[in-house]
């Protein structure tokens, strides 16, 4: 019987010919990712590091440091990183979202495996590598001895064909198939089809990260010219892709119709089996706030597409519009191209990279009976700050569309100007 992609990876990372669902193997990582609210976290700091080249430490969660005990563990981070001799270091001002700072710096390559204490570490399977969120104490040891243990798992295949139309969404396509076909717990999920050719990174990496949201375990792209094209332009480093096997053996496999699609949302308290069409949510859902960002959403298309929906307009009364980049790098480019004035101009906060309000941190936390439609990854009672808030989930344009018009609407007349 062939392998999945994830499959494959397991075996090759373990040593082995091959693996099988439900078998487990000790695997080299290629990649450990630390952040700074891990290394502040950490009951047991490592004694030693198996490999400083194959760690980078990221800040991200709690940057700049909102409280005494953040920039406690911010210190921490910076003498562990100095103790150990470790170069891939992002403090604050270089620093971003750690999914998104892995992308732009190659710290994911395809056909590799990469940890880090953060549940959407999922996200770098769009650059064909296994990547998956662990727990503090199971870095810890990775660190320390450059290994993990791994289960392999069953696999279900997302076969896309067509091609994203008109204000339509890497986000739209997940929230599609979390609505239409639920949880992937236990399972890894790969994409595939004629349809990622219409699929630009920004939004595959979306796709791959909103993965975490219907616990698959890991989500693979294959590395196509588009993914080994942006490789090649961070590092010269060669390039080990992995496919899956004619004769792999699939959990299930689905067709997703991207020509099909319209713009969706997430209703709140959960994702699975909780999304519909914008269009057939009842109308007037009123908004107390609108935020566009963390590592799903906080890109450069993300800022682009809401700066063209906001320019020449205003945000509602009565609503806050919140944007925050996933890097420095993405601030940067958002500022070169005036997307940044454009968003201050229409009554948008416009803040530093950070996770910030996704998680409920900092910047930006909902209150007591508020509604808030983001374009962040998690929607449960009180991940963005009070558990009587209830938190709509939709693309950046959705998300822009809706801080315009006060309540939550279809984003499409908004971008007739043909936007992306």
Known sequence: MGMTMAQKILASRAGVDSVEPGEIVVCDVDMTVELDISLANHQVMPARVADPEKVAVVMDHTVPAPTIDDAAGH??????VREFGIERFYDVGEHGICHQVILENGLARPGQLLACADSHTIASGVFNCAARGLGPLEIVGIVSTGKAWFRASPTVAFDLTGALPAGVFGKDVFLHIAGAHGSAEGHDVEF?????????????????????????????????ELIRDFLAGISEEPLTPVESDPDAEYAARHRVDLDALSPHVSRPDFVPGNTLPVADLESGVKIDQAFIGSCANGKLQDIRVAAEILAGRKVAKGVRLIVTPASQRVYLEAVRHGYVGTLTEAGAVVTNS???????????????????????????????????????????????????????????????????
């Not at 210190?75 to 562990?80: C, G, K, L, Q």
């Not at 009070?386 to 822009?400: E, H, N, R």
């Open 75 to 80: 210190s921490r981070a910076r003498e562990f």
């Open 354 to 420: 950070t996770c910030g309000a996704c998680y409920g941190g900092h910047m930006g936390l909902v209150g007591p009976g508020e509604v808030c439609i983001t374009s962040s990854t998690r929607n449960f009672k009180g991940r963005m700050g009070s558990p009587d808030a209830s938190i709509y989930i939709g693309s950046s344009a959705t998300v822009a569309a809706s801080a315009v018009e006060g309540e939550i609407v279809d984003p499409r007349p908004f971008l007739s100007r043909g936007g992306a």
């Open 192 to 224: 595939g089809g004629s349809g990622l050719a219409s699929m630009p990174l920004d939004d595959r990496a979306t796709l791959a990260t909103m993965c975490a949201e219907i616990s698959a375990n890991f989500a693979l792209f294959p590395a196509d």
